[in-house]
């Protein structure tokens, strides 16, 4: 059972461009707003790719955030996080629709504090991936897609997004478990009891020092989410 005033966390939904790919995440968000959480977390990759620019709003992208709207406007916070597939979300129209856009995040809830960060930047030895990363989050490539007329730019990211989508980078064929035990050891000592990632698309748990690290399962393959107690601060899958 879902207490009301709980926290949700989800990870990697990895939405679909094309009409009517919000719908599975639309009817899920309805039916966790009937238990009247008091947060929702998206940690990372929302979208198959989103870019915050008015050429990239599409029909599923726009019913999308008009849900996350509808939630955040009946008093449930909406937390956007943002993942290696989201781009240029800080200061785009995505902040008209919810309670925070921001990299990382944190809350307590029962008495146990939670950090949660999508978690691609932890594997420090992934050098493909960090030039990736480097390469298509900068001022630069933001004011390029920017300046890009609307049918080049979408043809431009589509042809990303199929590459990425075919090839797995090192964390995907073996997780970084060392690295994640040891980023939970240093919020740890920081005084975070819990450190929750997406990024793996890997349910996993680990102990990391005094904290607990939470790997969440990608979203568009399992519907779960970790749901946190607001009485207990404890946390648990679930399927909703």
């Known amino acids: 059972m879902i207490e009301p005033g ?8 990895h939405i ?4 009517g790919s919000e719908n599975r995440i639309v009817e899920w968000l309805d039916r966790l707003k009937a238990h009247r959480p008091a947060a929702v ?9 989103f870019i915050g620019d008015e050429k990239f709003r599409t029909s599923s992208v726009q019913g999308f955030f008009d849900k ?31 309670s925070a856009v921001c990299t990382r995040a944190t809350f307590e809830s029962g008495g146990r504090n939670y950090f949660l960060i999508h978690g691609d930047m932890i594997n420090d030895r992934d050098w493909p991936y960090r030039f990736w990363r480097h390469f298509s989050k900068n ?10 007329p609307k049918e080049a730019a979408r043809r431009l990211v589509d042809r990303v997004e199929k ?5 797995n980078f090192k964390h995907k064929r073996r997780l970084p478990v060392e690295l994640m035990e040891a980023y939970g050891r240093k919020r740890s000592s920081e005084g ?17 020092g005094d904290a607990r690290v939470a790997v969440l399962p990608a979203w568009y393959e399992t519907g779960e989410a970790i749901v946190v107690s607001p009485s207990t601060g404890e946390y648990e899958f679930v399927a909703i």
């Open 68 to 98: 996350l709207r509808e939630l955040r406007d009946e008093g449930i916070e909406v937390h956007y996080i943002e993942g290696n597939r989201d781009f240029f979300v800080h200061g785009s129209f995505a902040e008209d629709y919810v």
């Open 41 to 49: 977390y998206l940690n990372g990759d929302v979208f198959n790719y």
């Open 139 to 148: 001022p630069v490539m933001k004011l390029a897609v920017r300046l890009w």
């Open 16 to 19: 679909g461009l094309g009409e």
């Open 192 to 208: 975070y009891d819990v450190v929750v990632f997406g990024h793996f698309h890997h349910k996993l748990e680990l102990d990391a």
């Open 6 to 13: 709980s926290r949700v966390i989800i990870g990697d939904s």
């Open 163 to 167: 590459k990425l989508r075919t090839k």
